[in-house]
C-alpha cells in the first residue's frame, strides 16, 4: 500500500516542478502586458496628432498639453485623467467622451460638441466654452471657476456642486439642469435661461441674473444675499423659504 502513494508522490513532484524560468516568464506577462497598453495608447496619440482623429480612442492618462486640436473628431474616446491643459479643441466633436478627473484648465473649447459627455471632477479653470454644447453632460464637481460659458446649452445637465464662481453664463441654457449646491458667486447669469432648473443650496451671492428665466425652478435653500434678479421671470419659483412665487 505505501508503495503506489511514493510512487503517485514522486510522479506529482517531477511533473510540476516549476523552473526560474517559468517563474519569470509569468510575471513577465503582465510586464508584456503593460508595455502593450502603452504602445497602444502611443499609437492612439500619434494617430490623434496626426490625423486630428481618434474616435472610441483609449487616451487615458494622455499628455496633451497646449495640443492643437481645432475640430478634433473623439467622439467616444476614454480621456480619463487625461491632461488637456492650455489645448485648443474649438468645434472640437466630444460627444460621449469620458474626459473625468482630465485638466483642461485654460483649455479652448469654443463651440466644441460635448453632449453626453461625462466630465466629473474635471478642472476647466478659465477655459473658454462660448457657445459649446454641454446639453446632458455629467459636470458633477467640476472646477469651471472664471470659465467662459457665454451662450453654452447646459440643457439637463448634472452639475450638481460644480464650482462657476466668476464665471460668465450670460446667455447660456440651463434649462432642467440639477444644480443643486452649486457655486456662483460673483457669477454673470444675465439673460440666461434656468426654467425648471433645480437650485437647492445653491450659492448664489452677489450673482448677476438681470433678465434671466427661472420660470418653475427651484430655489429652496438657496443663498441670494446680493444676488441681482432685476427684470428676472420668477414665475412658479419655489423661493428659498420654500414658498412659491405666483
Not at 51 to 77: H, I, P, S, V, W
Request: net charge negative; with cysteine.
Amino acid at each position: 500500500m505505501l508503495a503506489p502513494i511514493l510512487s503517485l508522490l514522486t510522479y506529482i513532484t517531477t511533473s510540476v516542478t516549476l523552473t526560474p524560468s517559468d517563474l519569470s516568464n509569468s510575471s513577465g506577462w503582465h510586464g508584456d502586458r503593460s508595455v502593450q497598453l502603452a504602445k497602444q495608447q502611443n499609437s492612439a496619440i500619434e494617430q490623434l496628432l496626426s490625423t486630428n482623429e481618434c474616435e472610441g480612442c483609449n487616451l487615458e492618462n494622455a499628455d496633451l498639453q497646449g495640443a492643437k486640436l481645432r475640430g478634433a473628431k473623439l467622439r467616444g474616446a476614454n480621456m480619463r485623467n487625461a491632461d488637456l491643459s492650455y489645448a485648443n479643441l474649438e468645434n472640437a466633436d466630444l460627444e460621449n467622451t469620458n474626459l473625468e478627473n482630465a485638466n483642461l484648465a485654460g483649455s479652448n473649447l469654443r463651440g466644441a460638441e460635448l453632449e453626453n459627455a461625462y466630465l466629473r471632477s474635471v478642472d476647466l479653470d478659465n477655459a473658454n466654452l462660448n457657445n459649446a454644447n454641454l446639453e446632458k453632460v455629467n459636470l458633477e464637481n467640476a472646477n469651471l471657476e472664471g470659465s467662459n460659458l457665454r451662450g453654452a446649452n447646459l440643457d439637463t445637465a448634472y452639475l450638481r456642486g460644480v464650482n462657476f464662481r466668476d464665471a460668465d453664463l450670460q446667455l447660456a441654457i440651463l434649462e432642467n439642469a440639477n444644480l443643486q449646491d452649486a457655486n456662483f458667486q460673483r457669477a454673470i447669469l444675465r439673460d440666461a435661461v434656468l426654467d425648471d432648473a433645480y437650485l437647492g443650496n445653491t450659492n448664489l451671492r452677489n450673482a448677476d441674473l438681470r433678465n434671466a428665466s427661472l420660470q418653475d425652478a427651484n430655489l429652496q435653500g438657496a443663498k441670494l444675499a446680493g444676488t441681482n434678479l432685476r427684470g428676472a421671470d420668477l414665475k412658479g419659483v419655489y423661493l428659498p423659504d420654500g414658498m412659491r412665487n405666483e
